[in-house]
T-cell receptor, first 113, second 112 residues
Framework: NAGVMQNPRHLVRRRGQEARLRCSPM?????VYWYRQLPEEGLKFMVY????????ESGMPKERFSAEFPKEGPSILRIQQVVRGDSAAYFC???????????FGQGTRLTVV | SQKIEQNSEALNIQEGKTATLTCNYT??????LQWYRQDPGRGPVFLLL?????KEKRKERLKVTFDTTLKQSLFHITASQPADSATYLC???????????FGTGTRLKVLA
């Protein structure tokens, strides 16, 4: 059973471009979470999704950021018109529908130049 | 205000000793509390979960306690090894939500 898969592992974007981060949850997991981590800081909750539904997006900036988890395919975190302050590690986690344990991917490190 | 606090200073211990890490929280009523390990440049790795009605959980050399009166969880690594050196994160989930709130982590260094 493969773990949570995130890609790309590293992403470099120029200011103003779009960044798309992908996350495939573990098999059988229907809950997906996105977190952001700055150097020497903790993980900050961004959004929690179930298939085709956003359950809680209270941690996500209202502008430029969006997330989806379609019926088929990976979950996508999209950042439009990136700015230098968006540079961070973005982690995805998944959990099964009936258990609280969350398992993380290796993250995507976004660098905005 | 709501807070989850872990000792921000690094913890250095000698190999073979027991490492004890602390997670304190205020203004939360967690249903679950989890501990993770994170190595530099890697994603957090799930270690243990403890429920609000459990006092203690063990897994191999790891032990977690959960005191809802003190609002504190302790994470112990017995017979510590240099390979245990990492940052350890606690995370809690409150009832009725699936949002995991993380502490900032404690860096553990086990000296050979």
């Amino acid at each position: 059973n493969a773990g949570v898969m995130q890609n790309p592992r590293h992403l470099v974007r120029r200011r103003g471009q779009e960044a798309r981060l992908r996350c495939s949850p573990m098999k059988g997991h229907s809950h997906v979470y996105w977190y952001r981590q700055l150097p020497e800081e903790g993980l900050k909750f961004m959004v929690y999704l179930q298939k085709e539904n956003i359950i809680d997006e209270s941690g996500m900036p209202k502008e430029r950021f969006s997330a989806e988890f379609p019926k088929e395919g990976p979950s996508i975190l999209r950042i439009q018109q990136v700015v230098r302050g968006d540079s961070a590690a973005y982690f995805c986690a998944s959990s099964p529908p009936d258990r609280p344990e969350a398992f993380f991917g290796q993250g995507t490190r976004l660098t905005v130049v | 205000s709501q807070k989850i606090e872990q000792n921000s200073e690094a913890l250095n211990i000698q190999e073979g000793k027991t490492a004890t890490l602390t997670c304190n929280y205020t203004n939360y009523s967690p249903a679950y509390l989890q501990w993770y390990r994170q190595d530099p440049g890697r994603g957090p790795v799930f270690l243990l979960l403890i429920r609000e009605n459990e006092k203690e959980k063990r897994k191999e050399r790891l032990k977690v306690t959960f005191d809802t009166t003190l609002k504190q969880s302790l994470f112990h690594i017995t017979a510590s090894q240099p390979a245990d050196s990492a940052t350890y994160l606690c995370a809690l989930i409150t009832s009725g939500t699936y949002k995991y709130i993380f502490g900032t982590g404690t860096r553990l260094k086990v000296l050979a």
